[in-house]
């Protein structure tokens, strides 16, 4: 039960912080392209391959609990796969379809090199 109450915390940290990011793209950069959605997934998955690499090598007898707070909770409410997918869309129907592609490829692309970046930082940090 006290799991939940780690992932409901930090999840609603991530949803805030996911919010901000996206109205900090939205008045900054416009509304052209989806920015902080864009954002928060590369970053969420470069923060994800730090905390695992962390996790990996520090063994912290508490580790169960910041997955939970941090990966489960804030990240998966940070990062937003559902919209971005929904960005997609909505660009491809707008008939940006170049545009659609290009994000597309580029968060998927960025993401997973982010999670690699991360795991070799952690590793170069954290490890023995």
Same mark, same amino acid.
């Given at each position: 039960?006290?799991?939940? +109450? ?6 609603? $940290? !991530? ?7 996206? %109205? ?7 509304? &052209? ?5 864009? $954002? *928060?997934?590369?970053? !969420?998955s470069?923060?994800?391959? +730090? ?5 990996? %090598? #520090?063994?912290?007898?508490?580790a169960? &609990?910041?997955?939970?707070?941090? !990966?489960?909770?804030?990240?998966? #409410? ?10 997609? *869309?909505?660009?491809? &129907? ?6 659609? $592609? #290009?994000? #597309? ?10 999670? =690699? ?7 170069? $940090? =954290?490890?023995?």
């Amino acid at each position: 039960m006290n799991h939940l +109450l780690f992932i409901a915390a930090g999840g609603a $940290l !991530g949803a805030v912080s996911r919010h901000l990011v996206n %109205q900090a793209g939205l008045r900054w950069l416009g509304p &052209e392209f989806p920015y902080g959605t864009f $954002l *928060v997934n590369v970053a !969420g998955s470069l923060m994800i391959g +730090l905390l695992v690499g962390w996790l990996a %090598q #520090a063994g912290r007898p508490d580790a169960t &609990e910041i997955r939970f707070a941090l !990966g489960v909770g804030f990240l998966g #409410a940070f990062t937003t796969m559902s919209a971005f997918a929904l960005d997609v *869309v909505v660009m491809a &129907e707008r008939k940006m379809l170049g545009l659609a $592609l #290009a994000y #597309a490829s580029g968060t998927v692309v960025l993401s997973v090199l982010a999670v =690699f970046a991360g795991l070799l930082i952690a590793r170069r $940090l =954290f490890g023995s």
